[in-house]
Every structure is written in structure tokens, then in C-alpha cells.
């Protein structure tokens, strides 16, 4: 079970955990809820940023490895890459 799973798991837990609650509506319950619902919601954002940097990261670890296994392909990808990044940027560049 990875870890991303298993904190899906911890949160849909918590909101199970946030309609029971729900069903006692006193002060101190609202407050510990909102309380809850806060940190979980903070917690959602934190996870989410580290996922993307975590995939921007195996992405630049999977090029590293092709680079590096592969030098001269990776060399003229690269050429390959920047020469079509000029043609577009040509193509797109104001015609007077």
C-alpha cells in the first residue's frame, strides 16, 4: 500500500469521523469541526503540491538516466529538441 493511499484512506476516515460529529451539534463540537475541517483541508493542499513536485521529480530523473545511459543519443536528441523549438519560434514570430 503506498503512502498516498493510505492517507486517502486517513482522510476519508476523518470525514466519516466529521459526520458523526455533525449529528451533536453543541459549541465545543462545532468548534473542534471547523477546527478539523481546517487542518484536513491544509493537509489536502500540502499533499497535492508534493505529488506534482514529486512527478516533476521522477520526470527529471528519468531524463537524467536516458542522458546519462545514452550520451550520445541523449546529445542528439537535444540538438533534435532545440532545433525544433527554433523553427516554432520562427513560425511564430511576428511576419512584417
Known amino acids: 500500500m503506498t503512502s498516498e493511499h493510505t492517507i486517502h484512506d486517513l482522510t476519508d476516515q ?3 469521523l466529521l459526520a458523526l460529529l455533525e449529528s451533536r451539534p453543541t ?5 473542534l469541526r471547523s477546527r478539523i475541517e481546517e ?6 493542499r500540502t499533499l497535492d503540491q508534493l505529488s506534482v513536485r514529486a512527478r516533476i521529480g ?10 546519462t545511459g545514452y550520451p550520445r543519443l541523449g546529445f542528439l536528441t537535444g540538438i533534435a529538441l532545440g532545433g525544433v ?3 516554432v519560434a520562427s513560425a511564430f514570430r511576428s511576419r512584417d
Open 14 to 16: 476523518v470525514r466519516e
Open 27 to 31: 459549541p465545543d463540537i462545532a468548534h
Open 39 to 44: 487542518t484536513l483541508e491544509s493537509a489536502e
Open 58 to 67: 521522477r520526470y527529471a530523473a528519468s531524463f537524467d538516466n536516458y542522458v
Open 85 to 87: 523549438l527554433v523553427y
